[in-house]
């Protein structure tokens, strides 16, 4: 692959009562692309995310530091949790439904309003490519209000780590994941290029993973996962570290992925977990051990 790296203006969307709403018709550009902008609703102060991300690696000074302390924290009823990573990147990952037992409760609010926003893009995306309604439950593991599996993700790229990228380039392995970035260096490879996303501070990216792929790869419209990457981040004197926080929904890892065939029956392609596990390794990542 290229080192060349160009500016992608990605597709924009916004969310209203009818669903998303792309401007100049690009939703079928967004899903072939599998990646768009998403305006932040102006009802999301999204700030309170990256001051966690700033925080949730550095020594707990205090009971009340709710902030601080989630490296050293064991996070026992997560099944995920803190992960240093090999890239520049050190990560706290925790399942939605612990939100409210780990984090203060501006950081629970702000992920729950994220994870409304995510459904509902990601409900219109799955209608869009002609996904049934009625799979949904069996698609997911979970029901029209819900996947089996939403988890947000605090990403601190670590600027003192020199020589690596922030993350190694990679495809999200869920159907969906709204990111929410306070610096640029995320790139996305098309048309057999790196290309630089510019940082827009009033919208999320939106990514589309694996499983939406394998999902739709032979329906009307289908969605590609994405390949993306951070590239490595520079010290910036008394400007903190680049952050970014996800939110991510896909099946649980007990679950099988899914494939509509070309005559549109809804068939079992593989387990999420056997899948996840052979991807963790090609990423030189460890599959996470309590999962
Ligand atoms: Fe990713």
């Known amino acids: 692959m290229s080192n060349q790296s160009v500016s992608l203006s990605l597709p924009r969307a916004q969310l209203t ?13 967004a899903l072939a692309l599998g990646a768009f902008l998403l305006q932040i609703p102006s009802s999301l102060d999204v700030n309170p995310g990256f001051e966690i991300c700033r925080n949730f690696y550095r020594p707990r000074r205090d009971a009340q530091d709710v902030l601080r302390g989630h490296r050293e924290a064991p996070h026992e009823r997560s099944k995920l949790g803190y992960e240093d990573r090999p890239n520049q990147v050190e990560q706290l990952q925790i399942e939605s439904h612990l939100w409210r037992e780990y984090f203060p409760l ?3 609010r702000l992920l729950g309003a994220i994870k409304v926003v995510t459904l509902q893009a990601l409900r219109h995306l799955f209608e869009a490519s002609g996904v049934h309604q009625d799979h949904w439950a069996t698609i997911t593991g979970g029901t029209l209000d819900e996947t089996s599996l939403c988890y947000t993700t605090l990403n601190h790229y670590r600027s003192g780590v020199r020589g690596t990228l922030g993350i190694v380039e990679h495809t999200d392995s869920g ?7 306070d610096q640029p260096g995320f ?7 790196w290309q630089a996303v510019p940082l827009e501070p009033g919208c999320f990216i939106v990514n589309l993973g694996d499983a939406y792929q394998i999902l739709t790869a032979h329906l009307r419209l289908p969605g590609h996962a994405v390949l993306h990457r951070v590239i490595e981040t520079v010290p910036v004197r008394d400007t903190p570290d680049r952050s970014s926080f996800t939110v991510y929904m896909g099946p649980n890892f007990d679950m099988s992925l899914y494939q509509y065939s070309g005559s ?28």
């Open 17 to 29: 009562g009818h669903g998303l709403e792309f401007s100049d018709s690009s939703l079928g550009q």
């Open 106 to 108: 501006p950081i629970t």
């Open 187 to 193: 790139e996305i490879y098309h048309q057999g290029m």
């Open 264 to 291: 549109g029956a809804l068939e079992v392609y593989q387990s999420f977990r056997a899948f996840s596990v052979l991807k963790a390794q090609g990423m030189g990542y460890g599959f996470h051990d309590r999962v």
């Open 175 to 181: 159907f969906i994941t709204v990111i929410a970035a």
